[in-house]
Every structure is written in structure tokens, then in C-alpha cells.
């Protein structure tokens, strides 16, 4: 029946794979600042940290599809504010990540995962939820990220664009 296929086949399933993952992740930080009371703050921040994995998932998955099909794509640095020390200020870097219709299909993963998270909810599948809901989470936080700096670009471009033609 149902109720049996989830908690001995889907549940352990779904429950393996978030700890060896999870664990990848709290191993990590440790490693970076091995401080016993960190432990309990890796933990905390667990859940988000799964999330926007999953969410990178479209980019990563393009990558290796570029890679696997020869295409010769060049390796685009993340855009970065530089700031090392507290006292330094955001300045916006001069280099920019490529558009790509990435942001359409990571919408489109969240969209789909809202729906099963609602479709879980309403049917009272309760164990499935928390990992429906790490992918929608994931996937939400990363498009909007991705269209957020979509914008962003569209505006300096049209402030320099504005700029440019005052002053000549």
C-alpha cells in the first residue's frame, strides 16, 4: 500500500541522500572554522544551504551540458561587491555574468514545486513535505536572485545609456 512504500522505500531514500549531503555541508564549514559552538550555528543554517543547492541545480546541470556537448563556453566569473574588510564600501563590479534563459526554467521549477507542495499539503503527505518544500525554497531564492540582477543590469545599462547622452 501507500503509507508502507513511503516509510520503508521513499522516506529512507529521501532521508539518505539529505544527510550524506547535509554532512558534506556541515563537514565543510567545520573545516573552515573548526570552533565547537559553530557546530550548533552549520546546523541552524542547514536547511538553507540544501535549498540554494538544489536551486543552482539548472545552472550546474547547464554546465555539464556544455561541457558534455563541446561547447566551448568561457568560465564567467561571479560578480563579486570585493569587500574584505567591514569598513570598505560596495562598489559594483565592472564584470557581469552572461543572460541566459536559466531564471525562465528555475521559475518554472519553482512554480512546479509550489504545486506539489500544495497537492503534499492537501493530501496530507507529510513526509514528503520538507523535501518539496527545500526544492521550492532553492529554487525560488535562486531565480530571484538570478532576475534581480537582471533588473539591475537593465538599469545601469539605461542610467549609463542616459548618462552618456547628457554629457555629450
Do not use: C
Not at 18 to 32: D, H, K, P
Not at 43 to 68: C, D, F, T, Y
Not at 70 to 95: A, C, H, L, Q
Not at 127 to 153: E, K, W
Amino acid at each position: 500500500s501507500g503509507w508502507v512504500r513511503t516509510v520503508f522505500l521513499d522516506f529512507p531514500i529521501f532521508f539518505a541522500t539529505t544527510i550524506s549531503v547535509g554532512l558534506f555541508y556541515v563537514t565543510a564549514q567545520i573545516a573552515i572554522n573548526p570552533k565547537p559552538l559553530n557546530l550548533i550555528k552549520e546546523i541552524l543554517h542547514l536547511p538553507i544551504l540544501l535549498a540554494l543547492g538544489i536551486g543552482m541545480s539548472v545552472n550546474n546541470g547547464k554546465a555539464v551540458l556544455e561541457a558534455i556537448f563541446g561547447n566551448d563556453s568561457e568560465f564567467v566569473r561571479t560578480p563579486k561587491y570585493g569587500i574584505e574588510k567591514k569598513d570598505k564600501k560596495i562598489i559594483k563590479s565592472k564584470y557581469r555574468a552572461l543572460k541566459s534563459i536559466a531564471p525562465l526554467f528555475e521559475l518554472s521549477f519553482f512554480g512546479y514545486f509550489t504545486y506539489l507542495v500544495v497537492n503534499a499539503w492537501q493530501n496530507a503527505n507529510w513526509f514528503t513535505l520538507p523535501f518539496l518544500m527545500l526544492f521550492q525554497v532553492g529554487f525560488f531564492l535562486v531565480a530571484s536572485g538570478s532576475i534581480r540582477s537582471l533588473f539591475n543590469d537593465l538599469f545601469m545599462n539605461r542610467q549609463a545609456a542616459k548618462d552618456s547622452a547628457l554629457t555629450s
